[in-house]
């Protein structure tokens, strides 16, 4: 292999390398990312379905005979952290 082959041949490599790692970073903050957005819409059906399903046997004891030791207590509201904008969303307007 000739020395101008070897060497177009780096420079083509370095020119991927570099592409590479440039597309890479925003790909991986993105499937961070969407992550945790579906890590987060998980854990809001979860605590839906726990309200709603306390409901239920709540209202199945109450049903079975109304004795106080059946019925639930008041369970005070899930708390939510505050939803955070994405970063791409708070660079957005910056120049």
Do not use: F, K, N
Request: proline residues 6%.
């Amino acid at each position: 292999m000739s020395r101008a082959v070897a060497q177009a041949l780096e420079e083509a490599a370095r020119r991927i390398g570099r592409q590479l790692g440039e597309q890479a970073g925003p790909a991986v903050a993105g499937l961070y990312r969407w992550a945790g957005d579906g890590t987060r819409e998980v854990v809001r059906h979860v605590e839906d379905a726990d309200r709603a399903h306390g409901r239920e046997i709540a209202a199945v004891a109450e049903r079975l005979g109304g004795h106080p030791a059946c019925a639930a207590p008041e369970l005070p509201p899930m708390r939510r952290e505050p939803e955070r904008e994405s970063r791409r969303e708070s660079t957005q307007g910056q120049a």
